[in-house]
T-cell receptor, first 110, second 117 residues
Framework: LAKTTQPISMDSYEGQEVNITCSHN???????ITWYQQFPSQGPRFIIQ???TKVTNEVASLFIPADRKSSTLSLPRVSLSDTAVYYC???????????FGTGTRLLVSP | EPEVTQTPSHQVTQMGQEVILRCVPI?????FYWYRQILGQKVEFLVS????????KSEIFDDQFSVERPDGSNFTLKIRSTKLEDSAMYFC???????????????FGDGTRLSIL
């Protein structure tokens, strides 16, 4: 499973766009990139997944450059409720185990 | 939206006792998992389960642990002879059939907080 590196923490204000970048230099050809969100005392929640280029859903966008060695999770117009830990995971193919790192702790302030 | 449900939300047990943590995965999911998260630490994989057998397990999942799908809806984690260091949040997850050219995300429950005294 490819190792990922992401910032330990980020701060933002309500209404701003937040971009969290994850590095995964050793991503394999068949690997997918998946982002999860975790609120305190809750289980991780799937946000978005992609393989290449751009993926968008009702919650976020995921930008993946052509070399796939990094990816950026974009949260448009964050609110206080977006305060959480965000995890970037690479691999997780089939029903393989998910390997969580320490994630990025996002704090959204008023 | 369908969700994974876990019971109890909090379990307090004396050291050395056995505990059973229960999970009801999403109904059409066929792959099941247990993870744990010790306070302030990472989420750690314990075991995956498919077709009534363990698919993969981590080093944490030793003989003290076992999993079972006793009926068509429940998925349980049993911890025998609990130790203080078993105190953690235990999360159950499930996913759909995995396709060769896509990756089905895992859906997590909100966990059981296990406190060993």
């Amino acid at each position: 499973l490819a190792k990922t590196t992401q910032p330990i923490s980020m701060d933002s204000y309500e209404g701003q766009e937040v971009n969290i970048t994850c590095s995964h230099n050793n991503i394999a050809t068949n690997d997918y990139i998946t982002w999860y969100q975790q609120f305190p005392s809750q289980g991780p929640r799937f946000i978005i997944q992609g393989y290449k280029t751009k993926v968008t859903n009702e919650v976020a966008s995921l930008f993946i450059p052509a070399d796939r060695k990094s990816s950026t999770l974009s949260l448009p117009r964050v609110s206080l409720s977006d305060t959480a830990v965000y995890y970037c995971l690479v691999g997780a193919r089939g029903f393989q185990k998910l390997v969580f790192g320490t994630g990025t702790r996002l704090l959204v302030s008023p | 939206e369908p969700e994974v449900t876990q019971t109890p939300s909090h379990q307090v047990t004396q050291m050395g006792q056995e505990v059973i943590l229960r999970c009801v995965p999403i109904s059409n999911h066929l792959y099941f998992y247990w993870y744990r998260q010790i306070l302030g630490q990472k989420v750690e994989f314990l075991v995956s389960f498919y077709n009534n057998e363990i698919s993969e397990k981590s080093e944490i999942f030793d003989d003290q642990f076992s999993v079972e799908r006793p009926d068509g809806s429940n998925f349980t984690l049993k911890i025998r002879s609990t130790k203080l260091e078993d105190s953690a949040m235990y999360f159950c997850a499930s996913s759909e059939v995995q396709l060769r050219d896509s990756n089905q995300p895992q859906h997590f429950g909100d966990g059981t907080r296990l406190s060993i005294l």
